[in-house]
């Protein structure tokens, strides 16, 4: 199964194993990019949708393991798919523990390499879901005053208005105010679902520390 706007890196020194990689995903209507090595990857900028890369361990220059770390090291989402015509246990373990999706030796079967994609497509794209809701909630964050700021802190911490107004020194009524406010600027209809989008936002509901991010 192909996910919208998503692109397979076939990373591989073997010309021959790239073409015939690249020609199998294709036939299955993936968009493919075909490349030669880890340091040629890393200077492209970053696919703008899910992403995964079948890469060979034993790249020269830079190897897989190094460029996966670096992937990680840089916060990328693309997906990693190791393939490996001599891996040791150790290696592989090594590389699943990272994060990779699967690895393959070689020679592998097309259907486990294109079982290996779809998971790895289908996790890319959950994380580029979590991200594109992480900014809509921080962008509706940056909306707030720094008082309104504090009080949603307070709220998603369990506080009454009267605890509120107590801890920011000021009235009740104050905070009543500035409680709808924030409501209606973060688009919540319920202290539960306010909870819900801080924790999208990485703001934990049991933090009282009123620092704005």
Same mark, same amino acid.
């Given at each position: 199964?192909?996910?919208?706007?998503?692109?397979?890196?076939?990373?591989?020194?073997?010309?021959?194993?790239?073409?015939?990689?690249?020609?199998?995903?294709?036939?299955?209507?993936?968009?493919?990019?075909?490349?030669?090595?880890?340091?040629?990857?890393?200077?492209?900028?970053?696919?703008?949708?899910?992403?995964?890369?079948?890469?060979?361990?034993?790249?020269?220059?830079?190897?897989?393991?190094?460029?996966?770390?670096?992937?990680?090291?840089?916060?990328?989402?693309?997906?990693?798919?190791?393939?490996?015509?001599?891996?040791?246990?150790?290696?592989?373990?090594?590389? +699943?523990? =990272?994060?990779? $999706?699967?690895? #393959?030796?070689?020679?592998? !079967?097309?259907?486990?390499?294109?079982? @290996?994609?779809?998971?790895?497509?289908?996790?890319?794209?959950?994380?580029?879901?979590?991200?594109?809701?992480?900014?809509?909630?921080?962008?509706?964050?940056?909306?707030?005053?720094?008082?309104?700021?504090?009080?949603?802190?307070?709220?998603?911490?369990?506080?009454?208005?009267?605890?509120?107004?107590?801890?920011?020194?000021?009235?009740?009524?104050?905070?009543?105010?500035?409680?709808?406010?924030?409501?209606?600027? +973060?688009? =919540?209809?319920? $202290?539960?679902? #306010?909870?819900?989008?801080? !924790?999208?936002?990485?703001?934990?509901? @049991?933090?009282?520390?009123?620092?704005?991010?």
């Amino acid at each position: 199964m192909t996910l919208a706007h998503s692109l397979v890196y076939v990373i591989d020194d073997d010309m021959s194993v790239r073409r015939a990689i690249g020609r199998l995903l294709e036939s299955e209507d993936y968009s493919v990019e075909l490349l030669t090595g880890a340091r040629e990857f890393l200077a492209q900028a970053p696919h703008t949708g899910p992403s995964c890369v079948i890469l060979d361990l034993n790249l020269p220059g830079l190897n897989g393991l190094e460029l996966q770390e670096a992937l990680v090291g840089r916060g990328r989402a693309e997906q990693v798919i190791f393939i490996t015509g001599g891996a040791s246990v150790p290696t592989c373990v090594q590389a +699943m523990k =990272a994060g990779a $999706v699967d690895y #393959l030796p070689k020679p592998f !079967q097309d259907e486990n390499l294109l079982s @290996a994609v779809n998971r790895a497509l289908e996790r890319s794209s959950e994380q580029w879901l979590q991200r594109s809701q992480r900014k809509e909630v921080r962008d509706r964050l940056a909306t707030l005053t720094p008082r309104e700021f504090d009080v949603l802190k307070c709220v998603i911490a369990g506080m009454l208005n009267k605890q509120i107004a107590s801890q920011l020194g000021t009235t009740e009524g104050t905070i009543k105010v500035h409680r709808g406010r924030v409501m209606e600027k +973060m688009g =919540a209809t319920s $202290v539960a679902e #306010l909870v819900i989008l801080a !924790q999208k936002a990485g703001i934990s509901p @049991a933090s009282t520390d009123t620092t704005k991010v």
